[in-house]
């Protein structure tokens, strides 16, 4: 299937596969008639880097990761160790974004009971 065909049908933007071809990890993939022809294996590669994409993996993050997938079994720590990275920055996020809904309660909380102090003056 060509480029676009597996853009569609796979819902890839064609950005991402240009990448990808440009990486050369394609060892499948072959240039007919001026056109990359993706089969199953590229798919599943493709499917691959989209993960990788959607967890937060940079470009260069992802090249890296595919790069070692390809060398096989013997990279399973080092890939590991890429994981287990951006597991611990999304945790570091997470843990960030909860200080800040602590801290826009807070402030909410403080507006709430100077509004109820407010409507007890008013009312006598």
């Known amino acids: 299937m060509t480029i676009d065909e597996a853009s ?43 993960t ?13 990761y595919m790069r070692l997938l390809l060398e096989g079994e013997s990279t399973e720590a080092q890939r590991l160790a890429m994981l287990n990275r951006r597991r611990s920055a999304t945790l570091d996020e997470i843990h960030f974004r909860e200080m800040q809904l602590d801290r826009m309660d807070y402030l909410r909380h403080k507006i709430r009971e100077s509004n109820k102090g407010a409507s007890c003056i008013i009312q006598i």
């Open 52 to 64: 990788l994409h959607d967890i937060g993996f940079l470009n260069d993050e992802v090249e890296s």
């Open 8 to 50: 569609t049908r796979y819902n890839i933007p064609l950005d991402i596969l240009r990448e990808y071809e440009s990486w050369g990890l394609c060892g499948a993939v072959k240039k007919v008639m001026g056109a990359w022809q993706y089969d199953d294996q590229d798919i599943e590669r493709l499917s691959m880097i989209m």
